[in-house]
T-cell receptor
Framework: EPEVTQTPSHQVTQMGQEVILRCVPI?????FYWYRQILGQKVEFLVS????????KSEIFDDQFSVERPDGSNFTLKIRSTKLEDSAMYFC???????????FGQGTRLTVV | AQRVTQPEKLLSVFKGAPVELKCNYS??????LFWYVQYSRQRLQLLLR??SRESIKGFTADLNKGETSFHLKKPFAQEEDSAMYYC?????????????FGTGTRLTIIP
């Protein structure tokens, strides 16, 4: 069964450094998302992406964040200058057109020290 | 604004006993409601959605628009049901609208 794949599974970075989280969505899906979950809190929406542009973004998704689909398979989330409060589990998800079932990746745990 | 509330962070139930995980929502239109489950060390996966009106792994959930609830139920709990359960809402205005999650309920089945 096809899966959404995220790399790395765990990333430790120093405050102020740039990080790129990578996702490979399911191949025939066209809608892509990033969510995050701070430890002990709810899963929060960050951004949705369709047709090579951002469809919607939350208040969390400020100028420090960017997303990109650099080729036909990868979908990346970049945090330009990480802060301690960016430490969280980051989930990528994808959705097929005319479906309501979002498929999630296994997540990347980002730890900012 | 849309919101999902799961009042119980933790729920422990004996094996064979009935399970009910509560979910209430607020949304001005007609939302789609989902239950996602996350087993230990696994990814979030869809358990069921209200439009399908199906039973998955013995679980059912009925959308009650009057009470704005979408409680998840199972008549007889099994040990493999232990997991984190998230209720989620999706507005129906756009085809690819985001999911809004509740805070989750950790269900533990006591053998």
């Amino acid at each position: 069964e096809p899966e959404v794949t995220q790399t790395p599974s765990h990333q430790v970075t120093q405050m102020g450094q740039e990080v790129i989280l990578r996702c490979v969505p399911i191949s025939n899906h066209l809608y892509f998302y990033w969510y995050r979950q701070i430890l002990g809190q709810k899963v929060e929406f960050l951004v949705s992406f369709y047709n090579n542009e951002i469809s919607e973004k939350s208040e969390i998704f400020d100028d420090q964040f960017s997303v990109e689909r650099p080729d036909g398979s990868n979908f990346t989330l970049k945090i330009r200058s990480t802060k301690l409060e960016d430490s969280a589990m980051y989930f990528c998800a994808s959705l097929r057109v005319s479906s309501t079932e979002a498929f999630f990746g296994q997540g990347t745990r980002l730890t900012v020290v | 604004a849309q919101r999902v509330t799961q009042p119980e962070k933790l729920l422990s139930v004996f094996k064979g006993a009935p399970v009910e995980l509560k979910c209430n929502y607020s949304y001005s239109g007609s939302p789609e409601l989902f239950w996602y489950v996350q087993y230990s060390r696994q990814r979030l996966q869809l358990l069921l959605r209200h439009i399908s009106r199906e039973s998955i792994k013995g679980f059912t959930a009925d959308l009650n628009k009057g009470e704005t609830s979408f409680h998840l139920k199972k008549p007889f709990a099994q040990e493999e049901d232990s997991a984190m359960y998230y209720c989620a809402l999706r507005g129906s205005n756009f085809g690819n609208e985001k999911l809004t999650f509740g805070t989750g309920t950790r269900l533990t089945i006591i053998p």
